[in-house]
Structure formats: C-alpha cells, structure tokens
T-cell receptor
Framework: AQSVTQLDSHVSVSEGTPVLLRCNYS??????LFWYVQHPNKGLQLLLK??????LVKGINGFEAEFKKSETSFHLTKPSAHMSDAAEYFC?????????????FGTGTRLKVLA | GAVVSQHPSWVICKSGTSVKIECRSL??????MFWYRQFPKQSLMLMAT?????????EQGVEKDKFLINHASLTLSTLTVTSAHPEDSSFYIC?????????????FGPGTRLTVL
C-alpha cells in the first residue's frame, strides 16, 4: 500500500530564510506526488506535482520539490519565506494501483513564519 | 485553471435534519469526484469516491446510508448528510479529477463547514 509521511508537524522559520518541509513516501510503483497548501478556513491549492518527468519540480509562489527515488523523498523547499507562506502543507501520493487514483494525504505540516 | 465550487460554504442545522452539499466542476468535466472530511487541525480523510452514473465507493468505516452521494452529471456531485448529529460537525471538502489536456490532477473545492446543533 502506498503512504506518505510528513516528518514534521510544525516548522517555524524567520521571514526571508529558507523553508524545508519534509516528506517521505512508500510505494511499490512509480508514484505521482503532490504538495498542496491550505490557508486557514480555505480550500486546498496545488503547489506542484511530480509525475515521472523531471525530478526537480517547480511550483507556484517560488516553491519547488525534488523527487529522490533512492531516498524515497519529495521534500518541499523555498529559498526565502514570506509571511503569506504561513499555512498548512500536505504531501500527497496518488494511488493508481487501486484503479481509482485516490489521494493519500500526509498528516500535514504547519508552517509558521516569524517576522 | 480548473475551478471547483462547493455550496454552501457553511451550514448550521439542528440535530436530526439532513443537509445537502453540492460540488461542481466549473470549467471541466469530471467523471470522478471525491469527498473528504477534515477535523480541526487534522489531515483530510477520504470518505468516498463518486463516479458519474454509478454508485459511489465508500472507504472503510464510512456509513453509506448516512452519507449519501449522487453524481448525476459530469459537473455535479452531491453529498447528503442524513439525520445529522453533532458528531457529524466537520469540514467537508470535495475534489474533482481532471483528465483532459494530458493532466490527471484533483482540484479541490473551498470546503463546507457543517455545524450540527
């Protein structure tokens, strides 16, 4: 069965410093991996998506993630945090073997950006 | 980009009543939609997969008679919470799967906050 593990439930960074949100996946297949962001009381917004093309994926708002098969990781990074980046971030793996392509969510990482 | 709407955005109802939540894909057709439930400060839990023209597939532990799902068209799925009770209070989020233009991605609605008194 496929799964994702978000290693940190909370991350705090100062504005202008780099952001690293960690995600490890477990999959017997070539996975599709996603990062979504959820601002308070809002829906989920797709940040970026990996689907077996380039291993370094660039997303919106300056975020990017690198797929590392050897480490089964898909960490999300941003060179310089902005106050507006404060939100909940979810790493997601798609489950194509089930035939439904349903998403399996990680437990989420709450990013706090300090002024 | 692909847009998914939900209506209502929030609803308060009395215990024992039923509530219907609509999920619409506004600019694409979605043969598959998904319904999630999110408790405060927790992750999303998939409740069911809704396929146009067929019965929904429910995840283990989800009562299909309590959470009725109908996917009558390629742009609309509905979730009806029947005989709602306070423990059904939650944030319900739908998503629609887009397969067109070479993409296979779920786009999420803004969510519906249900409070049962």
């Amino acid at each position: 069965a496929q799964s994702v593990t978000q290693l940190d439930s909370h991350v705090s960074v100062s504005e202008g410093t780099p952001v690293l949100l960690r995600c490890n996946y477990s999959s017997s297949y070539s996975p599709s991996l996603f990062w979504y962001v959820q601002h308070p009381n809002k829906g989920l917004q797709l940040l970026l998506k990996y689907t077996s093309a380039a291993t370094l994926v660039k997303g919106i708002n300056g975020f990017e993630a690198e797929f590392k098969k050897s480490e089964t990781s898909f960490h999300l990074t941003k060179p310089s945090a902005h106050m507006s980046d404060a939100a909940e971030y979810f790493c997601v793996v798609s489950d194509p073997p089930s035939g439904t392509y349903k998403y399996i969510f990680g437990t989420g990482t709450r990013l706090k950006v300090l002024a | 980009g692909a847009v998914v709407s939900q209506h209502p955005s929030w609803v308060i109802c009395k215990s024992g009543t039923s509530v219907k939540i609509e999920c619409r894909s506004l600019d694409f057709q979605a043969t598959t939609m998904f319904w999630y439930r999110q408790f405060p400060k927790q992750s999303l839990m998939l409740m069911a997969t809704s396929n146009e023209g067929s019965k929904a597939t429910y995840e283990q532990g989800v009562e299909k008679d309590k959470f009725l799902i109908n996917h009558a068209s390629l742009t609309l799925s509905t979730l009806t919470v029947t005989s709602a009770h306070p423990e059904d209070s939650s944030f319900y989020i739908c998503s629609a799967r887009e397969l067109t233009r070479g993409r296979d991605t779920q786009y999420f609605g803004p969510g519906t906050r249900l409070t049962v008194l």
